[in-house]
Nanobody
Framework: QVQLVESGGGLVQPGGSLRLTCASSGFSLNHYAIGWFRQAPGKEREGVAC?????????YYEDSAKVRFTISRDNAENTVYLQMNSLKPEDTAVYYCALSTMIQFKLCASDDYDYWGQGTQVTVSA
């Protein structure tokens, strides 16, 4: 059974940093596309940063996340991270990691991801 468990969320001041962690069991993350998504109150879920398999190093970043966020994968630990720097109040949301087992998928399109974690709250506020 696949489980994705996020951690690392919390309250941080604007300009601060957080590192989110997604630990996987049941799947080797290096074989699948993995990504971070977020959903703010009243807004649709959006892809923030996504990776293809370990054989393809290409990554996708949502425009506001470029430069500030970095997604990385530790295959030995079966873990994916999202380093978030220079956080802004508009980054406040529940952050989810998700995995796609689909053969054909669009990178960071949430409908193409079929396993999801429970989410971790990130709040950026003074």
């Amino acid at each position: 059974q696949v489980q994705l468990v996020e951690s690392g969320g919390g309250l941080v001041q604007p300009g601060g940093s957080l590192r989110l962690t997604c630990a996987s069991s049941g799947f080797s993350l290096n074989h699948y596309a993995i990504g971070w998504f977020r959903q703010a109150p009243g807004k649709e879920r959006e892809g923030v940063a996504c990776l293809r398999t370990s054989h393809d190093s290409s990554a996708y970043y949502e425009d506001s996340a470029k430069v500030r966020f970095t997604i990385s994968r530790d295959n030995a630990e079966n873990t994916v991270y999202l380093q978030m720097n220079s956080l802004k109040p508009e980054d406040t949301a529940v952050y989810y990691c998700a995995l796609s087992t689909m053969i054909q998928f669009k990178l960071c399109a949430s409908d193409d991801y079929d396993y999801w974690g429970q989410g971790t709250q990130v709040t950026v506020s003074a």
